[in-house]
């Protein structure tokens, strides 16, 4: 019961701490009267907990063989404390198995000021503080509990929670090295073989951080997080096969739609259309509401030339999120393609400047100069974007300019736009088909054989971006 009663004191103090800067006066009143509830309620706990811990080290004192000798062990020395030592350590853990961190923090203060080789008040002191996210004072705790303990499960604990510090500070190679320390002495913690994973991930070591996120999974075989990183370093490293599997499994542990949109763009960036629809009319089914799930069916629609399919679910999208700028844009890049210059005109007058002023609309805005043949305004928006200091901005910024001037039938320049969209971002494989193109129309075969030998089968168009 005291532990069902415990749990409903956290959950109502994470009701609070989750919704109380959002909700109405009138739930900030209830809110406060729950809280001061629950702080009765702990202060009225904490006083009947310390004075039966006082009863029991009365009665250990005088009777030390109430204990057995394992029993003795697995307490450690905190039976033998100060009682006022004691009491402050227990007023501490209550506050701290509450979530109430600044509350516990002076109590685990005391105890290590009035017994400093008492390492778990030690240790609670440090977690408190990485509650908090006060990572200069919880490093320096668990530092000390690393320095000083005796017991290697404690030197484990306080190097991974060391390696947890530096990742917050985004010192991945720092936390390696610490996550290495503690799986050292004890190579049985998953989540230090998760947090080892992850932090090669973020460094872009995908082989490295494959092996990592599996011996995770060994240890704990329904971790589906190790198995949604597994899917991510074998999409980083083209193993398409792996990824699908990978994806598959994590949803089916967690039936999550987060992971079945997550499916779906898998599928899109391996040009299956086909598949991409499918996982994403399951998207719209499980979560009606979830406006990328139109979206994303609107632009497979689209590629596959259901366009007034395309449109109807693109402004569905819209509907449920109409603050959303990328379906905005995709909804009046749909209108350009099909010629509604004017509805299109309509829409842009209407666009905040700020908006107006992000690459992606310039270049969209110089399309449309192009389908009303002002080309002089397309190519003047055009060089704003190819300005930019971005290599990916620039490389679109060169790439409509060479669409502009293939379009106004000027060939050759053209093609040195193409090419300097492929210098700034070598990646992108779309300027080659159109600088293969100019070469051709230009009656330069080999030129275009060149380009065009670099362009893979299969690749996803990027020229909505």
Known sequence: ???????????????????????????????????????????????????????????????????????????????????????????????????????????????????????????????????????????????????????LRFVSFAHHMLGCIQVQREEDELAIRLFKRSLAIHPDNNDAWFNLGTCHFRLGNYPEAIPQFFQSLRLDP??????????????ETGQWESVHFWRSVVYEKTNNPSVMETIAKDFEDTGDIDGALRWYRKLAIT??????????????????GEREQALLLIQKGLTLDPQNRDYLFTYVWYLLQQGELKKVEKLLGKLPQKIMAHPQWLILRSRWHVHCRDFTHAEDTARQVAHSED????????????????????????????????????????PLFYQGLCHLLDGEIDGTRQCWEQIPMGIPSTSKK
Not at 104 to 124: H, I, M, Q, S
Not at 222 to 235: F, G
Not at 288 to 297: C, E, I
Not at 400 to 429: I, N, T, Y
Request: hydrophobic content about 35%.
């Open 391 to 430: 290599p990916y901005t620039r490389s679109l910024g060169y790439y409509q300019l060479g669409r502009v001037l293939l379009d106004q039938e000027q060939v050759k320049e053209a093609a040195s736009h193409f090419h300097a969209a492929r210098e700034h971002f070598p990646q992108w494989k779309e």
């Open 222 to 235: 329904d971790d589906w997080e190790s198995m949604y990183y597994l899917s991510c370093c074998y999409k």
């Open 287 to 304: 979560d009606p509401k979830r406006a990328s799930a139109y979206h994303g069916l609107s632009w497979n629609m689209w590629i596959k």
């Open 1 to 151: 019961m005291f532990h069902q009663w415990l749990e409903q004191m956290k959950q109502g103090l994470d009701e609070i701490s989750q919704s109380y800067s959002e909700v109405p006066e009138s739930d900030r009143s209830r809110m406060k009267k729950e809280f001061r509830e629950i702080q009765s309620n702990c202060e009225d706990i904490l006083e009947g907990w310390i004075t039966l811990e006082e009863q029991v080290s009365i009665l250990l004192n005088k009777y030390p063989e109430l204990v057995t000798e394992s029993k003795k062990e697995e307490a450690g020395e905190e039976f033998w404390l100060d009682g006022q030592v004691v009491r402050s350590f227990r007023q501490g853990q209550g506050y701290y198995q509450l979530s109430m961190f600044s509350e516990a923090k002076p109590y685990f203060n005391r105890v290590v000021e009035e017994a400093p080789d008492f390492l778990l008040g030690r240790v609670y002191l440090a977690l408190s503080h990485f509650q908090q996210q006060s990572w200069n004072e919880a490093s320096r705790e668990f530092q000390l509990v690393a320095d000083t303990a005796d017991h």
